[in-house]
């Protein structure tokens, strides 16, 4: 059982090279997208996630865990496949946007809980794609901020 997780900040070609291995390789390509979770609390853009995460953290921590669940289960449930974006992923972004609106106890379980997925995750391969300081496709989804980004990508260094 192989499975590979493209990780990295916002824009910098995980989808991309997913499905180019997917296809290279004929492997199952899965998306880590959370569009179909955030849409089910109306949230439409990575921005309003963002927002709500300092506005109504217990709600933004409700939808994270809502995602982690759903990457876990991406992996559980497929022996073969390639995807853009894993728990790593989702480790950084809480820790910068919702840890700091938590308690510290909700805030030290949603860290655990990721580290322990991670560490189960015994046959996930990640590739790490760092920022590299390029124009980001403005789909009103992404956060366009060189600073941002750049610190995103250190934290998953």
Same mark, same amino acid.
């Given at each position: 059982m192989?499975q590979i997780?493209?990780?990295g ?15 290279r ?24 996630l963002?927002?709500l ?12 865990k ?7 289960? #991406?992996?559980?449930?497929?022996? /073969?496949i ?13 820790? /910068?946007?919702?840890?700091p ?11 655990? #809980?990721?580290?322990? #997925?991670?560490?189960?995750?015994k046959n996930v ?18 956060i ?14």
């Amino acid at each position: 059982m192989k499975q590979i997780c493209i990780i990295g900040p916002s824009g910098t070609g995980k989808t991309d090279l997913a499905k180019y291995i997917s296809s290279r390789y004929r492997i199952k390509y899965i998306t880590g997208s959370s569009r179909e979770i955030t849409s089910e609390s109306k949230i439409t853009s990575h921005k309003e996630l963002i927002k709500l995460c300092s506005t109504e953290p217990d709600k933004a921590l409700q939808i994270y865990k809502a995602i982690i669940n759903n990457r876990e289960a #991406i992996l559980d449930d497929n022996d /073969l496949i390639v995807t853009d974006r894993g728990i790593p992923d989702l480790m950084v972004y809480a820790q /910068l946007q919702l840890v700091p609106h938590l308690a510290k106890v909700d805030a030290l379980f949603l860290i655990k #809980i990721c580290k322990k #997925i991670i560490k189960e995750q015994k046959n996930v391969h990640y590739i790490f794609l760092p920022y590299s300081n390029h124009t980001i496709e403005d789909n009103n989804h992404r956060i366009d901020n060189v600073l941002y980004q750049e610190m995103v990508s250190e934290c998953f260094k």
